[in-house]
């Protein structure tokens, strides 16, 4: 046998099995002659690209899994005062709008989430009114502070935060820290870790730094707990950029939420499981999930707080994000850095708008880093303009914020992006708020956002040439990637 003929036997061999492995994990028909395409064009390229972006929730260890589920059954007992509790809930908020039951249905089923309905419930807009309060609350720790951020970095107001966590710890409070390894490489020191461990405090990266098989799959979430009974999450993650807008920008425009009530207590179940993942400690005792108040309050907000990952089974805040669009009445506003859509998003966005729901989309004019994405979403903007979505660029400093309010009475906060990273890849976790005084306040800031917006101009865009146009297109190629 020549060289040239056991070449060709094992080319034929790699195809045949590359091909039965990817038809066997039934994808969509596009996406696996997509990769089909890529594994016989680009062999060994081919074969990392899959492993770092393209294997879905059958590729993650069983072990993996059971290990969460039974920490969701250490969770249920301490979860039951909230989870008894579910149908009457349900059934109560329907009466406000038939289609609340649906989109709570959904968030119960695609992510295991409970609603929460005795919370006192904060929009937060931009770092100058979530820093102090964050500081505030954490200055009044009695019990414990759990932080997980996707960004922790080591700079002159993480100088305040550490002064403060030291001392948390060395009077006895459990301070844990969770960051994530590639997220915050160039920003958190290895002297700032070192400082806050030598007082007590833990912390410990969401997966190893670099293991090759999960180094794209990011966990981008943004979660603090005190004493189990106050939260927040949202867009920001922690440093100095978003007060004074970083590198390249005037100011960070984005949006977080306090909770304090039984949001607090699913935010606290989230956390635990990630730190359980990360550290292999199991940290449910009954200590951590204080009582709740057991009679509702005035002003109280009903919550579900979702998640969704590489490994979950459905991809719930995707499902999220439709079904708002897709039962819109009256209006849609989005809020996001990244406008990457997959074919589910882009025509229930574009069906929404066709059949006369006002649909606006506002993302940032100029990107904190990497273009590419920027690049790829204009080819997505102008897709949905032409079913008369609107969308906005944001000019006077970096958006951050992921938000949608739907018809002043739903909306949801979080830290998933609108691309296909955020939906598919990363680890997310999302804020729904059942509330029509939130999501006219989130309604209201998003007006006055568009006062220092221009309107994406699809002529204007045309204009810039042939050149720009088909840089975006080959962006576009690589968006599942972005």
Known sequence: MTWTTAIGWFFTGYALLTGIFLLLENRRPQATLAWMLLFLTLPGIGLVVYMLFGRGRKAFSKRRELLMQDLEGKAHPLLEPILERQDAEISRLEGHRASRRKLMMLVRRNSRSGLSRRNRVQIQQDAAVFYPSLIEDMKAARHSIHLQYFIWASDPFTEILKRILTEKARAGVRVRLLYDPIGSRAHLSRGYIQELRAAGA?????????????????????????????????????????????????????????????????????????????????????????????????????????????????????????????????????????????????????????????????????????????????????????????????????????????????????????????????????????????????????????????????????????????????????????
Request: hydrophobic share 40%; charged share 20%.
């Open 202 to 482: 833990e912390i410990a990266p969401t997966s190893p730094p670099y293991q090759f098989h999960t180094i794209s799959y990011r966990n981008h979430r943004k979660i603090t707990v005190i004493d189990g009974s106050i939260g927040y999450t949202g867009g920001m993650n922690i440093g100095q950029e978003h007060l004074d807008g970083g590198k390249g920008f005037d100011a960070w425009r984005d949006t977080q939420v306090r909770i304090e009530g039984e949001g607090a207590v699913l935010l606290q179940a989230v956390f635990m499981v990630d730190w359980y993942n990360a550290v292999r400690e199991n940290l449910f005792s009954a200590d951590d999930f204080p009582p709740q108040a057991t009679e509702p309050a005035e002003g109280e907000v009903p919550v579900q707080i979702l998640t969704s990952g590489p490994d979950s089974q459905w991809a719930a805040i995707r499902q999220l994000y439709f079904t708002m669009i897709v039962t819109a009445q009256r209006h849609v506003y989005l809020q996001s850095p990244y406008f990457i859509l997959d074919a589910s998003l882009a025509e229930a966005l574009s069906a929404a708008a066709l059949s006369g729901v006002d649909v606006k989309v506002m993302l940032t004019a100029r990107p904190s880093g990497d273009p590419v994405p920027g690049w790829a979403g204009n080819t997505f903007v102008l897709d949905v303009l032409n079913a008369g979505v609107k969308v906005f660029l944001y000019e006077k400093g970096y958006l951050h914020a992921k938000t949608i309010s739907v018809d002043s009475e739903v909306c949801s906060i979080g830290s998933a992006n609108i691309d296909i990273r955020s939906f598919s890849i990363n680890y997310e976790i999302n804020a729904v708020l059942y509330s029509k005084r939130l999501a006219k306040e989130l309604e209201e800031a998003f007006h006055q956002d568009l006062a220092h917006c221009t309107e994406f101009d699809p002529g204007e865009y045309r204009k810039r040439g042939a050149a720009i146009r088909f840089r975006d297109s080959i962006a576009r190629l690589f968006s599942p990637l972005l």
